[in-house]
């Protein structure tokens, strides 16, 4: 079996905490956490520690914590020569301490406490200094998810941004529609059917062939009633900003 320590306690790595104790090739030896009562639900409160200088000899250690915090905790491990691999998709792989083999373990999906996730569809795209540590952090990978990728620094970046895009930004629309909605005293539930299909939609189509509305339209006078109907500035300069966006598809600048 594959030895594997974690070390943080955030969303990320509970989810891969759950993942590899599902997996009969994965011996989860330990796990790091500065706040080790967040993680008892999860597993025995003796593969638990706080102590950088108490972890456990492994395979691989996984730092899964924030991206500003990857290269402080990467500097404290107390061993040499060993792989050692973060979980962003924005950090570079040279944010990892020299003293030890590094390497990039990504799951290219959102994670929120409480909610299981099935890793299996979930992308997950690693890189390393060399062949040997990609081939064990493929096998690692390849224990919990069908989708496993070779990626370099410049493509982990443009997808995490492209994430961004199509999760973090779309579901702040979802929270101005939803506000949208409250101001008017319309159930948000109304557009639930609109955002699957348009998320089924994607599924088949391009982007750009699922596109439809005003903007694509150049419908000028339902364009206008809707800013003349909006009272929110910030509501206001976004709908103008994603009209000029979809208008410009496929233009010159």
């Known amino acids: 079996m594959i030895q594997i320590v974690i070390i943080g306690s955030g969303n990320v790595a509970q989810h891969l905490i ?4 599902k997996s009969n090739e994965i011996d989860l030896v330990q796990v790091f956490s500065r706040q080790k009562e967040s993680l008892t639900p999860l597993l025995d409160p003796n593969k638990i520690t706080t102590n950088y200088t108490d972890l456990a000899e492994a395979d ?10 990857i290269a402080s905790v990467s500097s404290k491990l107390p061993f040499e020569n060993r792989l050692v691999a973060h979980t962003s998709g924005s950090v570079p792989l040279d944010s990892l301490d020299k003293k030890n083999r590094k390497g990039i373990f990504y799951p290219l999906q959102t994670f929120t406490k409480g909610k299981e996730v099935d890793f ?20 690692v990978a390849k224990t919990i ?3 496993v990728f070779k990626s370099d620094e410049k493509q982990r ?19 101005i529609g939803n506000e949208i909605c409250e101001e ?15 998320v089924n939609k994607v599924m088949t189509l391009s982007p750009e062939q699922a596109q439809t509305g005003p903007a694509k339209r150049n419908d000028t006078q339902t364009i206008k009633a809707h800013l003349d109907f ?14 000029q966006s979809i208008q410009n598809n496929g233009k010159e600048l």
């Open 18 to 21: 759950s993942a590899f104790a």
């Open 60 to 69: 691989l250690y996984i730092i899964s914590v924030s991206d500003d915090a």
């Open 120 to 139: 299996s569809p979930i992308p997950f795209c690693l890189e390393s200094e060399n062949e040997k540590d990609f081939e064990l952090l493929e096998k």
């Open 145 to 147: 998810s069908n989708n």
């Open 157 to 175: 970046k443009a997808l995490h941004i492209s994430a961004v895009f199509v999760n973090n930004f779309v579901n702040e629309m979802y929270r």
């Open 184 to 198: 008017n005293k319309i159930p948000f539930g109304i557009l639930k059917p609109l955002i699957l299909e348009t």
């Open 230 to 243: 909006l009272s929110n500035e910030n509501h206001t300069t976004i709908y103008k900003i994603l009209t």
